[in-house]
């Protein structure tokens, strides 16, 4: 039968195929590996997977991908990131190299506050541009899914521009988005507190739900210094109204009760959880919120890594995001994510990729087509060619590893 494309043979397939939803428990580290496979693809979604001489047989196709040395992933899935944003925060990188904290900074009005500055100042043909630039930036990384925070306004122009941004990339680009609200980022010093909390519930979330961009999410920064759990609680509960499900930035540096509150409201993830404990694992092991680990964000401020091990041991469905932003976490790449999951979190690869792949999707319900972060039969044809013979050989190379071919919808990206 003639197909639009076959790949085959393929040295080590990882399928992720299995039952839906997110993985936990034993299931966490199965990633469904196949050798000397081959996959076809029709009108942009997985047709069969099989054994390569089988599948060599029975199709043909004007573009066959010789894959016989390559390791072939389900395309990353990144979810969580900051990806619009104007300006530079290198000037917080070098202070914090002299023992000034990330804390520090931002109590200063440093930090997230001067990209809030940044961010308003530059016109939306801008913050579309470079939002495009780190789009191409982390496609070449191996990332064909991503959720996108628009996180930095803070005003009512301010973020209505980043909606705008997300909405004329989305239009420019293949990648898959989602798309999440934040305007609950930090508190803009040019009005009260309590002001703040009201215009982001009667004025920015009805906003950003009519908005073109789609968002499906809306986030809280849950912390000392930024929104406690009342408050997180009240903005969650008005995004629900608006058809927004929450996602909760939580225990980064300090317990509040974020977790506790995420689970609570059915939110689709809780992020960071660097500070979190044996009682929030608990928790979020007894819901269906997926915990949400960045380790390149502990990498990149110094801090201790979020305890994935135990929350996988506890029965977590745990996904990983690059946290992608100019502050606390300057990281495009989802493999060097993989690479310290797994050299610094202590999972198997396999663990790392099942939370890479389908326990990142499961964390952006209903955003994203079904399917995505798998390779089952009817899934569309996102994947990755990596030059590795192994999984383990794939993130032993993490610091510097690309995919060699990139398929987004059956299409070479
Ligand atoms: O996820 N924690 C809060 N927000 C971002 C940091 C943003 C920034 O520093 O600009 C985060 O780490
Ligand atoms: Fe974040």
């Given amino acids: 039968m003639k197909v639009d494309l076959i790949i085959a043979p393929i040295r080590e ?10 993985r936990r428990g034993r299931d966490h580290g199965d990633t469904g590996v196949i050798r000397d496979a081959g996959i076809v693809v029709n009108d942009g979604h ?30 990353l899935v990144d979810c969580h990131t900051h990806l619009v944003w104007a300006g530079d925060r290198s000037e917080d990188f070098v202070r914090r190299s002299s023992g000034i904290s990330y804390e520090q900074i931002a109590a200063e009005g440093g930090g997230i506050l001067s990209t809030m500055r940044a961010t308003r100042e530059a016109s939306v043909e801008d913050l579309t541009d470079s939002l495009l630039s780190r789009i191409e930036l982390i496609r070449s990384l ?50 009260p507190q309590e002001d703040f909390v009201e215009l982001i519930r009667s004025e920015l979330l009805p906003m950003a739900a009519g908005h073109p961009a789609g968002p499906s999410f809306n986030d809280v920064f849950c912390e000392v210094g930024a929104f406690d759990v009342e408050t997180t609680e009240l903005i969650l509960r008005a995004g ?100 310290l999951a797994v050299s610094k979190m202590k999972l198997t690869p396999e663990e790392a990729l099942v939370a890479a792949t389908v326990n990142a ?8 087509p079904e399917g995505v972060g798998t390779l089952a039969p009817g899934a569309p044809a996102d994947l990755c060619l990596w030059p590795a013979r192994t999984l383990g050989e794939m993130v032993w190379q993490y610091t510097f590893i690309r995919p060699t071919q990139v398929f987004i919808g059956g299409r070479a990206a």
Avoid: W
Avoid at 13 to 22: A, E, F, I, K, V
Avoid at 50 to 75: C, F, M, N, W
Avoid at 148 to 176: F, M, V
């Fill in 142 to 191: 191996g990332t064909t899914t991503c959720e996108i925070k628009a996180s930095y306004g803070l005003s009512p122009e301010g973020c209505r521009n980043e909606l705008d941004a997300i909405a004329a990339a989305k239009s420019k680009t293949n990648l898959r988005i989602a798309v999440t609200f934040m305007a609950a980022h930090a508190y803009p010093p040019d009005r």
């Fill in 46 to 75: 997985v047709a069969s997977i099989g054994p390569a001489h089988e599948i060599l047989r029975e199709h043909s196709s004007e573009l066959v991908v010789d894959a016989s040395k390559s390791v072939v992933t389900p395309g």
């Fill in 13 to 22: 397939l990882h399928t992720l195929q299995g039952r839906s939803g997110p």
């Fill in 240 to 339: 629900i109204e608006l058809g927004l499900t929450p996602k909760v930035h939580a225990d980064e540096f300090n317990v509040l009760g974020g977790v506790e509150l995420g689970c609570r409201l059915g939110a689709a993830s809780c992020d960071h959880l660097l500070a979190s404990g044996a009682h929030q694992f608990r928790t979020l092991a007894e819901s269906s919120t997926v915990a949400v680990v960045m380790p390149g964000t502990a990498h990149y401020l110094g801090k201790p890594y979020a305890d994935a091990r135990a929350m996988i041991d506890t029965g977590c469905a745990v996904a990983l995001g690059t946290d992608f932003n100019p502050g606390s976490s300057m990281i495009p790449s989802m493999p060097f994510v993989l690479g």
């Fill in 361 to 368: 999707a499961a964390a952006l319900p209903d955003a994203i």
